[in-house]
T-cell receptor, first 112, second 112 residues
Framework: KQEVTQIPAALSVPEGENLVLNCSFTDSAIYNLQWFRQDPGKGLTSLLLIQSSQREQTSGRLNASLDKSSGRSTLYIAASQPGDSATYLCAVKGNAGNMLTFGGGTRLMVKP | DAGVIQSPRHEVTEMGQEVTLRCKPISGHDYLFWYRQTMMRGLELLIYFNNNVPIDDSGMPEDRFSAKMPNASFSTLKIQPSEPRDSAVYFC??????????FGQGTRLTVV
């Protein structure tokens, strides 16, 4: 059974810092990996999707990498802003079935 | 497209009552997922459909939970009878093939 872990569970940084959020998964037979953002009381917003054949994806200040063999993904946020404060979730889709397995999330706070 | 639409956004009900949550997926998407989010357990898959057919319902916690998808544009998740431990945020998501999933805003259920 796939297990997804996100470390740290919470992170507080001053505005302007570059930061890295980590995601690890136990079964490397994945189809893709997706990073989401969730604001308090809101739904999930997809940030980046990495297919299993890809190494990274970029969108603006966000860069996600994937190392399937080691079961790891990172989400890099450049020049963090207070508006980046949210919970970030990674989710893995396996090759069997089409469902996502979620990590527990990293709660990010960017202080002005 | 308006995205995945869920209703109601909030539901407060008394223990023992029947609760029905509704979801309209994105038009053209052939997969529909129901997830539950709690502080203790994070995001858990309850059931998912492909082309209106239930594929995996192993995450449905008990027989009190049932889900239907009578057509490509509508799905329901029903809890009967409801219990306080069912209190959670229930998310519906849809995707096309193996592509990324899009989530609705969720239904916050409180059972008192």
């Amino acid at each position: 059974k796939q297990e997804v872990t996100q470390i740290p569970a919470a992170l507080s940084v001053p505005e302007g810092e570059n930061l890295v959020l980590n995601c690890s998964f136990t079964d490397s037979a994945i189809y893709n990996l997706q990073w989401f953002r969730q604001d308090p009381g809101k739904g999930l917003t997809s940030l980046l999707l990495i297919q299993s054949s890809q190494r990274e994806q970029t969108s603006g200040r966000l860069n996600a990498s994937l190392d399937k063999s080691s079961g790891r993904s990172t989400l890099y946020i450049a020049a963090s802003q207070p508006g980046d404060s949210a919970t970030y979730l990674c989710a893995v889709k396996g090759n069997a079935g089409n469902m996502l397995t979620f990590g527990g999330g990293t709660r990010l706070m960017v202080k002005p | 497209d308006a995205g995945v639409i869920q209703s109601p956004r909030h539901e407060v009900t008394e223990m023992g009552q029947e609760v029905t949550l509704r979801c309209k997926p994105i038009s053209g998407h052939d997969y529909l997922f129901w997830y539950r989010q709690t502080m203790m357990r994070g995001l858990e898959l309850l059931i998912y459909f492909n082309n209106n057919v239930p594929i995996d319902d192993s995450g449905m916690p008990e027989d009190r939970f049932s889900a239907k998808m009578p057509n490509a544009s509508f799905s329901t998740l029903k809890i009967q009878p409801s219990e306080p431990r069912d209190s959670a945020v229930y998310f519906c998501a849809s995707s096309i093939g193996g592509a990324g999933a899009f989530f609705g805003q969720g239904t916050r259920l409180t059972v008192v």
